[in-house]
């Protein structure tokens, strides 16, 4: 699997057109996606959420909303059509037109938490109320909203004066009330018979698992579908896992390892222990260098420049099994503009410039790194299917192998043997020698020049 996520409100917007529509989603565009050997779209913030059309700007992030604090779980975002009366129709054809050059679609799940101005068959039972309470917003227009008795916000607050840092415009849902099960499920079970594919399911670690062995198991009754889990403590991966994920977030683990190497200067060799750690859950792992919630690879609060990724981005999609994604705009190299925090925002109506730009020729080289890497892990049974052999236990012996810098690993299966080797030095390449001990020559049929090399 290679996921593109797509933010249609930002993917198709220009300083002409406030916000990005599915017709946006063409066929050239499901084209030119599809060149990076992309196989599944995962459409984000498609669902009817916050906004000034739904909601009080008191509860409101930003001018357009947030993705992530649902309004109507049964409806379209009213935003993203051509002509609103016939959104959910504009949808269902733009998931046709994925599905019809090859490619599978993805949308969001938000089963932990709500809109506070939630529009459907909820009652006070499926959240937590703050019995004679009242609900203060952190925002400069708060009396302009009244609620009581409060509800506890979406990240578990249970105060009814959240903070601007809290997700002080949702509320979280009551997993002790079955209700809430029942009615999570037949949400699901609709998109399925709209025909999405699978959902990324956000915040998963903050629903009991317990729900989710029970749910998925109910929606693979009558549908195949892919569940991703966003999920940040790995002591709950393997629980998560045996309950039906297909795949998880792996943000604290290779993302974080990977950050921490560019940024402070963390020994390359500290990849050993993503692995490690992982206790046979690699393959499990979405690997990833941007999402809606991360820094622009390429801005000024992270690496500066697209080509500064490249080290990064390849050892994240060449390291394991499993699935990789990258974010719209990535592919260009986006750099998200003026953004005062690097990211592309979620809550406001943005553009993409990369992609405005796109045929412009620096853009287009960062497209071919991209698409030449993907193309080269899509085409490589080492990589899809292969095995995994760390080389950081032996090299750092060697004189001119420095895993301050360097990561080397082999991928291999049947004849197709790979020797990766990463330089993370950005300033200075280097001539390396890297030993493969006994054990891995002999398991592996590997001669000396036995292996192929590509230079990316």
């Known amino acids: 699997m290679i996921i593109y996520q797509l933010f249609p409100r930002v993917f198709g917007a220009t300083p002409n057109k406030r916000c990005g529509t599915f017709s946006d989603i063409n066929d050239d565009a499901i084209e030119r996606i599809k060149s990076l050997s992309v196989s599944h779209i995962w459409l984000t913030g498609v669902i009817r959420h916050s906004g000034w059309r739904d909601t009080n700007p008191a509860v409101t992030k930003g001018n357009a909303g947030s993705p992530y604090a649902i309004v109507d779980y049964y409806d379209i975002d009213p935003d993203l059509a051509d002509n609103e009366a016939n959104r959910m129709e ?25 809109a506070r101005e939630y529009k459907g068959d909820f009652t006070d039972e499926n959240f937590y109320v703050l019995e004679n309470q009242k609900f203060v917003a952190p925002t400069e227009n708060a009396s302009d909203y009244y609620e009581f008795p409060a509800k506890a916000t979406g990240n578990d607050v249970f105060s009814p004066t959240p903070s601007l840092n809290d997700w002080y415009d949702t509320v979280k849902l009551n ?18 018979g709209i025909g999405v594919d699978g959902f990324r399911c956000d915040m998963a670690e903050m629903v ?18 892919i569940m991703i889990a966003e999920i940040y403590q790995p002591n709950l991966y393997r629980s998560y896992v045996e309950a039906g994920f297909d795949y998880l977030y792996d943000k604290v683990g290779l993302y974080n390892t990977l950050e921490n190497i560019y940024r402070y200067g963390q020994r390359a060799d500290s990849i050993t222990d993503v692995w490690k750690n992982l206790n046979g859950l690699d393959d499990k792992m979405l ?16 690496m500066q420049k697209p080509e500064n990724a490249f080290p990064f ?8 099994r499993g699935p990789f994604m990258i974010y719209n705009g990535q592919e260009y190299g986006e750099d998200a503009g003026d953004s005062d925090n690097g990211k592309t925002s979620i809550f406001n109506y943005a553009t993409l410039p990369s992609m405005i730009r796109k ?73 390396v020698t890297v030993a493969l001990p006994d054990g891995a020559k002999y398991d592996i049929e590997m001669s000396p020049g036995g292996f192929k090399t590509i230079q990316l």
């Open 90 to 114: 504009e949808f269902e054809n733009a998931v046709k037109r994925i599905h019809s050059h090859g490619l599978k679609v993805i949308i969001d799940f938000v089963p932990n938490h709500l």
């Open 175 to 192: 997993y002790t009330n079955h209700d809430t099960w029942d009615k999570m499920l037949k949400i699901m079970q609709f998109w399925c």
């Open 208 to 225: 009991p698992v317990e729900f989710w062995r029970w749910a998925i198991a109910e929606l693979r009754k009558s549908f195949k579908i």
């Open 287 to 302: 690997r990833f260098m941007e999402n809606h919630d991360e820094v622009r690879l390429a801005s000024r609060f992270f």
């Open 313 to 320: 981005v390849a050892l994240s999609a060449l390291m394991n």
């Open 359 to 431: 045929s412009e020729s620096s853009f287009a080289r960062v497209f071919d790194f991209y698409k030449q890497l993907l193309h080269f892990r899509e085409s490589h049974p080492a990589i899809l299917q292969g095995e995994f052999y760390d080389l950081m236990w032996l090299n750092p012996w060697y004189n001119n192998f420095d895993p301050q810098y360097v990561y080397a690993f082999l991928r291999y299966h049947g004849d197709d043997k790979l020797l990766i080797v990463i330089n993370f030095n950005l300033n200075e390449g280097r001539n």
